[in-house]
Protein backbone atom coordinates (compact mmCIF):
# COMPACT_ATOMS: atom_id res chain seq x y z
CA UNK A 1 0.00 0.00 0.00
CA UNK A 2 1.18 3.15 -0.58
CA UNK A 3 0.48 6.37 1.08
CA UNK A 4 1.07 10.18 -0.03
CA UNK A 5 4.04 12.34 1.08
CA UNK A 6 0.56 14.50 2.04
CA UNK A 7 -0.28 12.49 4.95
CA UNK A 8 3.18 12.07 6.67
CA UNK A 9 2.70 14.84 9.15
CA UNK A 10 -0.07 13.20 10.96
CA UNK A 11 -0.10 12.48 14.57
CA UNK A 12 -2.91 9.83 14.02
CA UNK A 13 -4.24 8.27 10.75
CA UNK A 14 -7.31 9.87 10.83
CA UNK A 15 -9.54 12.01 8.40
CA UNK A 16 -12.56 14.20 9.84
CA UNK A 17 -14.68 13.57 7.37
CA UNK A 18 -16.65 16.77 5.91
CA UNK A 19 -19.86 17.66 8.01
CA UNK A 20 -22.58 19.24 6.10
CA UNK A 21 -23.66 22.72 7.76
CA UNK A 22 -21.85 21.47 10.71
CA UNK A 23 -18.15 21.94 9.74
CA UNK A 24 -16.40 25.21 9.45
CA UNK A 25 -13.24 26.82 9.24
CA UNK A 26 -12.93 26.85 13.12
CA UNK A 27 -13.22 23.02 13.15
CA UNK A 28 -10.92 22.48 10.34
CA UNK A 29 -7.92 24.78 11.91
CA UNK A 30 -8.70 22.86 14.88
CA UNK A 31 -8.29 19.24 13.62
CA UNK A 32 -5.29 20.25 11.49
CA UNK A 33 -3.67 21.84 14.48
CA UNK A 34 -4.38 18.59 16.37
CA UNK A 35 -2.70 16.36 13.98
CA UNK A 36 -5.30 14.40 11.99
CA UNK A 37 -6.82 16.16 8.53
CA UNK A 38 -9.83 18.57 8.59
CA UNK A 39 -12.14 18.85 5.63
CA UNK A 40 -15.49 20.50 5.09
CA UNK A 41 -17.79 21.18 2.32
CA UNK A 42 -17.79 23.79 -0.03
CA UNK A 43 -21.12 23.68 0.07
CA UNK A 44 -21.03 24.82 3.51
CA UNK A 45 -19.50 28.56 2.51
CA UNK A 46 -22.97 30.37 1.75
CA UNK A 47 -22.95 32.37 -0.35
CA UNK A 48 -20.22 30.87 -2.81
CA UNK A 49 -17.94 34.16 -2.21
CA UNK A 50 -17.14 32.93 1.56
CA UNK A 51 -15.31 29.64 0.17
CA UNK A 52 -12.61 32.32 -1.09
CA UNK A 53 -12.74 33.78 2.77
CA UNK A 54 -12.39 30.54 4.32
CA UNK A 55 -9.67 29.21 2.11
CA UNK A 56 -7.89 32.39 3.19
CA UNK A 57 -8.81 31.93 6.40
CA UNK A 58 -7.37 27.91 6.53
CA UNK A 59 -4.51 28.79 4.90
CA UNK A 60 -3.40 31.81 6.58
CA UNK A 61 -3.94 30.24 10.23
CA UNK A 62 -2.19 26.77 9.22
CA UNK A 63 1.10 28.63 7.98
CA UNK A 64 1.35 31.06 11.38
CA UNK A 65 1.22 28.10 13.59
CA UNK A 66 3.51 26.09 11.21
CA UNK A 67 5.93 29.02 11.59
CA UNK A 68 5.35 28.96 15.34
CA UNK A 69 5.65 25.56 15.72
CA UNK A 70 8.03 23.81 13.61
CA UNK A 71 8.43 20.70 15.49
CA UNK A 72 4.50 20.43 15.32
CA UNK A 73 3.39 20.99 11.87
CA UNK A 74 -0.38 21.12 11.07
CA UNK A 75 -1.87 18.21 9.18
CA UNK A 76 -3.39 19.12 5.73
CA UNK A 77 -6.66 19.86 5.15
CA UNK A 78 -9.59 18.69 2.20
CA UNK A 79 -12.84 20.53 0.91
CA UNK A 80 -15.49 18.21 0.17
CA UNK A 81 -17.13 18.94 -3.47
CA UNK A 82 -20.43 17.32 -3.96
CA UNK A 83 -20.51 16.14 -7.57
CA UNK A 84 -24.08 15.81 -8.31
CA UNK A 85 -26.49 17.62 -10.72
CA UNK A 86 -28.09 19.93 -8.12
CA UNK A 87 -24.75 21.59 -6.91
CA UNK A 88 -24.95 24.48 -9.51
CA UNK A 89 -21.65 25.85 -7.49
CA UNK A 90 -19.52 22.96 -8.58
CA UNK A 91 -17.26 24.38 -11.16
CA UNK A 92 -17.15 28.12 -9.31
CA UNK A 93 -16.11 26.64 -6.20
CA UNK A 94 -13.19 24.24 -8.36
CA UNK A 95 -11.93 27.59 -9.30
CA UNK A 96 -11.48 29.21 -5.67
CA UNK A 97 -9.77 25.74 -4.70
CA UNK A 98 -7.40 25.97 -7.41
CA UNK A 99 -6.35 29.43 -6.29
CA UNK A 100 -5.43 28.24 -3.00
CA UNK A 101 -4.21 25.23 -4.42
CA UNK A 102 -6.59 22.70 -1.94
CA UNK A 103 -4.20 19.73 -0.87
CA UNK A 104 -6.77 17.36 -0.93
CA UNK A 105 -10.80 17.03 -2.41
CA UNK A 106 -12.90 14.54 -0.88
CA UNK A 107 -15.46 14.20 -3.73
CA UNK A 108 -18.64 12.47 -3.33
CA UNK A 109 -22.31 11.37 -4.85
CA UNK A 110 -20.51 11.40 -8.75
CA UNK A 111 -17.57 10.48 -10.18
CA UNK A 112 -16.14 13.29 -13.26
CA UNK A 113 -12.71 13.35 -14.51
CA UNK A 114 -12.71 17.08 -15.04
CA UNK A 115 -12.60 17.18 -11.42
CA UNK A 116 -10.04 14.65 -10.84
CA UNK A 117 -7.90 16.19 -13.31
CA UNK A 118 -8.75 20.13 -12.06
CA UNK A 119 -7.74 18.68 -8.66
CA UNK A 120 -4.20 17.31 -10.46
CA UNK A 121 -3.30 20.41 -12.23
CA UNK A 122 -2.47 22.22 -9.08
CA UNK A 123 -0.86 19.33 -7.85
CA UNK A 124 -3.69 18.63 -5.51
CA UNK A 125 -5.34 14.52 -4.44
CA UNK A 126 -8.69 13.13 -4.69
CA UNK A 127 -10.55 10.84 -2.53
CA UNK A 128 -13.92 9.81 -3.61
CA UNK A 129 -16.43 8.28 -1.53
CA UNK A 130 -17.77 4.85 -2.77
CA UNK A 131 -20.43 2.12 -1.32
CA UNK A 132 -19.05 -0.79 -3.32
CA UNK A 133 -16.47 -2.16 -4.73
CA UNK A 134 -18.28 -1.22 -8.61
CA UNK A 135 -17.82 2.50 -7.90
CA UNK A 136 -14.88 1.84 -6.69
CA UNK A 137 -13.53 0.84 -9.89
CA UNK A 138 -15.07 3.51 -11.47
CA UNK A 139 -13.58 6.30 -9.11
CA UNK A 140 -10.60 5.30 -9.95
CA UNK A 141 -11.10 4.49 -13.61
CA UNK A 142 -11.71 8.05 -13.97
CA UNK A 143 -9.39 9.53 -12.09
CA UNK A 144 -9.69 9.65 -8.32
CA UNK A 145 -6.05 9.19 -6.34
CA UNK A 146 -7.77 7.19 -3.14
CA UNK A 147 -11.32 5.60 -1.93
CA UNK A 148 -13.13 6.51 1.12
CA UNK A 149 -15.52 3.05 1.59
CA UNK A 150 -18.56 4.63 3.23
CA UNK A 151 -19.63 1.28 5.26
CA UNK A 152 -22.55 0.27 7.37
CA UNK A 153 -23.08 2.68 10.03
CA UNK A 154 -21.67 5.70 8.52
CA UNK A 155 -23.15 9.16 9.04
CA UNK A 156 -24.98 11.14 6.83
CA UNK A 157 -25.22 8.93 3.01
CA UNK A 158 -23.71 5.63 3.79
CA UNK A 159 -24.05 1.96 2.28
CA UNK A 160 -25.02 -0.98 3.81
CA UNK A 161 -22.16 -3.29 3.39
CA UNK A 162 -19.77 -4.73 6.20
CA UNK A 163 -16.06 -3.09 6.22
CA UNK A 164 -14.95 -6.67 6.37
CA UNK A 165 -16.44 -7.20 2.79
CA UNK A 166 -15.80 -3.83 1.40
CA UNK A 167 -12.07 -3.92 2.31
CA UNK A 168 -11.17 -7.32 1.69
CA UNK A 169 -13.05 -6.46 -1.86
CA UNK A 170 -11.20 -3.67 -3.00
CA UNK A 171 -7.63 -4.51 -1.42
CA UNK A 172 -8.00 -7.59 -3.96
CA UNK A 173 -7.11 -4.94 -6.88
CA UNK A 174 -6.20 -1.61 -5.33
CA UNK A 175 -2.99 -0.82 -3.34
CA UNK A 176 -3.44 2.77 -3.04
CA UNK A 177 -4.81 5.05 -0.22
CA UNK A 178 -7.69 3.82 1.60
CA UNK A 179 -9.66 6.17 4.61
CA UNK A 180 -12.25 3.25 5.88
CA UNK A 181 -15.52 4.92 7.15
CA UNK A 182 -18.06 3.68 9.44
CA UNK A 183 -18.94 3.60 12.91
CA UNK A 184 -15.16 4.71 14.00
CA UNK A 185 -15.14 6.81 16.76
CA UNK A 186 -12.56 5.30 19.38
CA UNK A 187 -8.94 4.72 19.08
CA UNK A 188 -9.10 1.08 18.75
CA UNK A 189 -11.14 1.06 15.48
CA UNK A 190 -8.70 3.49 14.33
CA UNK A 191 -6.53 0.67 14.87
CA UNK A 192 -9.00 -1.96 13.29
CA UNK A 193 -9.30 -0.18 10.17
CA UNK A 194 -5.55 -0.30 9.34
CA UNK A 195 -5.64 -4.11 10.55
CA UNK A 196 -8.45 -4.25 7.51
CA UNK A 197 -5.84 -3.02 5.55
CA UNK A 198 -6.87 0.80 5.53
CA UNK A 199 -4.32 3.44 5.83
CA UNK A 200 -6.63 5.83 7.74
CA UNK A 201 -9.69 5.84 9.97
CA UNK A 202 -12.44 8.49 8.50
CA UNK A 203 -13.99 9.96 11.83
CA UNK A 204 -17.39 12.27 11.40
CA UNK A 205 -19.77 11.82 14.02
CA UNK A 206 -17.57 12.28 17.08
CA UNK A 207 -16.46 15.76 15.93
CA UNK A 208 -20.53 17.19 15.72
CA UNK A 209 -19.88 17.11 19.99
CA UNK A 210 -16.97 19.55 19.77
CA UNK A 211 -16.68 22.93 21.38
CA UNK A 212 -15.46 23.86 17.31
CA UNK A 213 -18.45 22.69 15.66
CA UNK A 214 -20.91 24.44 14.11
CA UNK A 215 -23.94 22.88 15.67
CA UNK A 216 -26.82 23.52 18.28
CA UNK A 217 -26.29 22.23 22.16
CA UNK A 218 -29.01 20.21 21.58
CA UNK A 219 -27.60 18.40 18.58
CA UNK A 220 -24.21 17.81 20.01
CA UNK A 221 -26.25 16.59 23.62
CA UNK A 222 -27.97 14.29 21.73
CA UNK A 223 -24.29 13.19 20.14
CA UNK A 224 -23.70 12.55 23.63
CA UNK A 225 -26.37 10.42 25.09
CA UNK A 226 -27.13 8.76 21.58
CA UNK A 227 -26.05 5.06 20.99
CA UNK A 228 -26.13 2.74 18.15
CA UNK A 229 -29.92 1.78 18.15
CA UNK A 230 -31.14 5.06 17.93
CA UNK A 231 -30.10 5.66 14.25
CA UNK A 232 -31.91 5.58 11.51
CA UNK A 233 -31.48 4.83 7.78
CA UNK A 234 -33.78 6.71 5.81
CA UNK A 235 -33.83 7.82 2.24
CA UNK A 236 -36.60 10.44 2.64
CA UNK A 237 -35.21 13.26 3.38
CA UNK A 238 -32.21 13.96 0.46
CA UNK A 239 -33.56 10.99 -1.83
CA UNK A 240 -30.41 9.08 -0.77
CA UNK A 241 -30.32 6.79 1.98
CA UNK A 242 -28.54 7.66 4.97
CA UNK A 243 -28.02 7.55 8.99
CA UNK A 244 -29.95 10.06 10.78
CA UNK A 245 -30.79 10.34 15.03
CA UNK A 246 -33.85 8.83 15.66
CA UNK A 247 -34.63 11.49 18.10
CA UNK A 248 -34.57 14.61 15.49
CA UNK A 249 -37.07 12.51 13.14
CA UNK A 250 -39.57 12.39 15.96
CA UNK A 251 -39.09 16.25 17.48
CA UNK A 252 -39.86 16.79 13.18
CA UNK A 253 -43.44 15.06 14.02
CA UNK A 254 -42.51 12.06 11.76
CA UNK A 255 -42.62 7.90 12.86
CA UNK A 256 -38.74 7.00 12.82
CA UNK A 257 -40.22 3.14 11.77
CA UNK A 258 -42.79 4.31 9.62
CA UNK A 259 -40.36 6.39 6.94
CA UNK A 260 -41.30 6.32 3.24
CA UNK A 261 -38.86 6.37 0.42
CA UNK A 262 -37.47 9.69 -0.62
CA UNK A 263 -37.51 11.68 -4.01
CA UNK A 264 -33.84 11.45 -5.31
CA UNK A 265 -35.28 13.95 -7.93
CA UNK A 266 -35.94 16.23 -4.90
CA UNK A 267 -31.91 16.76 -3.73
CA UNK A 268 -31.15 19.92 -2.59
CA UNK A 269 -29.11 19.83 0.42
CA UNK A 270 -30.79 20.82 2.84
CA UNK A 271 -33.55 23.25 1.70
CA UNK A 272 -36.48 20.78 2.38
CA UNK A 273 -37.03 18.92 -0.94
CA UNK A 274 -38.93 15.81 0.44
CA UNK A 275 -40.10 17.11 3.68
CA UNK A 276 -41.00 19.86 5.42
CA UNK A 277 -38.04 19.34 7.51
CA UNK A 278 -34.52 20.26 6.66
CA UNK A 279 -32.04 17.50 5.97
CA UNK A 280 -29.31 18.18 8.54
CA UNK A 281 -30.77 21.23 9.69
CA UNK A 282 -34.03 19.67 11.44
CA UNK A 283 -32.80 16.22 10.82
CA UNK A 284 -29.60 15.50 12.49
CA UNK A 285 -27.06 12.83 10.68
CA UNK A 286 -24.99 10.99 12.46
CA UNK A 287 -23.06 7.47 12.62
CA UNK A 288 -23.85 4.22 14.79
CA UNK A 289 -20.08 4.81 16.61
CA UNK A 290 -21.49 7.32 18.97
CA UNK A 291 -21.72 5.54 21.46
CA UNK A 292 -18.03 5.90 22.11
CA UNK A 293 -18.75 9.26 22.78
CA UNK A 294 -19.31 10.79 26.16
CA UNK A 295 -18.80 14.77 26.76
CA UNK A 296 -18.79 17.55 23.98
CA UNK A 297 -15.00 18.77 24.55
CA UNK A 298 -12.74 20.75 22.75
CA UNK A 299 -10.86 18.96 19.53
CA UNK A 300 -7.77 18.65 20.95
CA UNK A 301 -8.72 16.77 23.66
CA UNK A 302 -10.89 14.46 21.60
CA UNK A 303 -7.95 14.14 19.19
CA UNK A 304 -5.32 13.51 22.92
CA UNK A 305 -7.71 10.59 23.85
CA UNK A 306 -8.36 9.27 20.40
CA UNK A 307 -4.67 9.31 20.72
CA UNK A 308 -4.38 7.59 23.95
CA UNK A 309 -6.56 4.62 22.91
CA UNK A 310 -4.93 4.12 19.99
CA UNK A 311 -1.84 3.51 21.38
CA UNK A 312 -3.32 1.71 24.27
CA UNK A 313 -4.93 -0.64 21.83
CA UNK A 314 -1.62 -1.05 20.03
CA UNK A 315 0.32 -2.14 23.49
CA UNK A 316 -2.35 -4.79 23.96
CA UNK A 317 -2.08 -5.96 21.08
CA UNK A 318 1.30 -6.76 21.32
CA UNK A 319 0.92 -8.26 24.58
CA UNK A 320 -1.11 -10.63 23.13
CA UNK A 321 0.49 -11.56 19.95
CA UNK A 322 4.13 -11.23 21.33
Known sequence: MSRPALFDKLRLPVIGSPLFIISGPELVIAQCKAGIVGSFP?????????????????????????????DRPAAPFAVNQIVHKSNNRLMEDMAICAKWQVPLLITSLGAIKEVFDGAHSWGGLVFHDVINDRFAHKAIEKGADGLIPVAAGAGGHAGT????????????WFDGPVALSGSIACGRSILAAQALGA??????????ATDEARAVDDYKQAIVEGHASDIVYSSLFTGVHGNYLRGSIVKAGLDPDHLPEGDVTKM???????????AWKDIWGSGQGIGAVHAVESVADRVDRLEGEYRTAIA???AVTG
Open 42 to 70: ALNARPASQLDEWLHQITEELAAHNRANP
Open 161 to 172: LSPFAMMQEIRA
Open 199 to 208: DFAYIGSPWI
Open 268 to 278: DFGSGGNTDAK
Open 316 to 318: ELR
